[in-house]
Nanobody
């Protein structure tokens, strides 16, 4: 079993910063992908930023220049440094990890519960 846990959300004023963390743990041979997703109130969940083995880091247009994703591979942890936050960044931020549980298995998706980010104007 694999568990994905996010932390670091909270309430911040517009223009402020937050750092989100996501840790994957459990029976893992390799973590192939980790990504952050944002679900604004009443909206669908969308990709914000992702790190994938042997591929360039990806950012959504709304995140470019403001957010930075980084990874601690040894600890299967990914971070999202968010700066110059805007009220429209408000919502639940969820982390997804694609994990291989053995060398011969295919990657499976695991999601965390999400962490709330609220940006006040």
């Amino acid at each position: 079993q694999v568990h994905v846990v996010e932390s670091g959300g909270g309430l911040v004023q517009a223009g402020g910063s937050l750092r989100l963390s996501c840790a994957a743990s459990g029976t893992m041979f390799k973590v192939d992908y980790m990504g952050w997703y944002h679900q604004a109130p009443g909206r669908q969940r969308v990709l914000v930023a992702q790190i994938r083995n042997s591929a360039p880091t990806f950012y959504a247009e709304s995140a470019k220049g403001r957010f930075t994703i980084s990874r601690d591979t040894a600890n299967s942890t990914v971070f999202l440094q968010m700066t110059r936050l805007k009220p429209e960044d408000t919502g639940i931020y969820s982390c997804k990890a694609d994990v291989l549980q053995s060398w011969y298995s295919k990657p499976r998706e695991y999601w965390g519960q999400g962490t709330q980010v609220t940006v006040s104007s």
